[in-house]
């Protein structure tokens, strides 16, 4: 099934298209092993490449290893809540076609914890394994939804994702703010504490947060043993896209026009946490994009809306691009390059011409 004819179709029917192509085995198996350039640590992770699979791709785990097997360094399923959960009504996925943009409110829709562990239970996925979790919409304690994700899967998965800076759970975001994520991260952490392996945690956050905010985040992480964060989730401004088709859709907006504020961020990021592992997420479309989120701070990157509309070459093309990049700065190792202008893009002013 070509880009052209998905992208003709409702945009959650080309997605279900997409997920059965992969699950049938129709998506093209890497050919050549990735160069040694590529590979890298990402919380004590050895990853083959820094590139993954965001989550919201696959939210029931059903083509990890079809997804590995394409060539990605790391692949995070999920959002995964404790129920299932049917998510908003349709429809609830839109294109901005004409920035390259998605906007989604899909509402956390999954089968639900058990499913997904059936399914990952004894299977051998040939790359780093992550499983994003979340909390039910109408749970009355989104905590203890987050200890059910740890207590699930800590023994199951490569590292675990707390999602708390999806916009389309009403109050969710709110976990972001001082007090709640204490309660949280400690909650969370004393969950890890009691699996069998030490299975390492990461905290996905919103780009839409102010100096303060980012201040509050770094503080509360630092004095925790979280293990690293991925920057950023969709964001609910809709600046970039300002009179466009579907821009005043609601919900979360990624793709082309949120690699701006999602890099800055990062940026952000890395300057109050020091060496804390980050995956940069958030507008990756090309090569340049890819290089420049490295640069700006993460040991490792996802990406996702952008197979939307680059195809699923994409992967390999921004892979072959890092190596470029990496040979090009004289380099041996894309690590070399994590941060090498965390303070251009943190000030707004990152180039990737």
Known sequence: MTRDTLLRMD????????????????????????????????????????????????????????????????VEIGTVTPRPQT???????????????????????NEGHDAAFARLKGLRVPAALGVNIGA??????????????????ADLADY?????????????????????????????????????TRVPVLLKIAPDLD???????????????LDGLIVSNTTISRDA???????????????????????????????RVGTLPLVGVGG????????????????AIQLYSAMVFGGLDLLDRIKRGLVAGVRSAGKKNISELVGAKTDAWARGDGDVS
């Open 11 to 74: 945009p959650e029917t080309a997605h279900g298209a997409t997920i059965t192509a992969l699950r049938l085995g129709l998506a093209p198996s890497q050919e050549h092993k990735d160069p040694p350039e590529l590979a890298t640590t990402l919380c004590g992770l050895e990853l083959k490449n820094p590139v993954g699979m965001a989550a919201g791709f696959d939210k029931n785990a059903e083509v990890p290893r079809p997804l590995a097997l394409m060539g990605f360094g790391m």
């Open 87 to 109: 998510g908003n009504p349709k429809p609830r996925l839109f294109r901005v076609a004409a920035a390259d943009g998605v906007i989604n409110r899909m509402g956390f829709n």
């Open 136 to 153: 039910n919409k109408d749970s009355e304690d989104f905590v203890a939804d987050y200890v059910l994700g740890v207590t699930r899967f």
């Open 160 to 196: 675990l994702t707390v999602n708390i800076s999806s916009p389309n759970t009403p109050g969710l975001r709110n976990l972001q703010a001082d007090e709640a994520l204490t309660r949280l991260l400690d909650a969370v952490l004393s969950a890890r504490a009691k699996a069998k």
């Open 211 to 225: 100096e303060a905010a980012m201040d509050a985040i770094a503080r509360v992480i630092l004095a925790t043993d």
């Open 241 to 271: 896209v300002a009179g466009i088709e579907n821009a005043t859709e609601t919900g979360g907006l990624s793709g082309k026009p949120l690699f701006p504020l999602s890099t800055r961020r990062l940026a952000q990021m890395r300057q």
């Open 284 to 299: 990756i479309h090309s090569p340049q994009t890819a290089l420049a989120k490295i640069e700006a701070g993460a040991n």
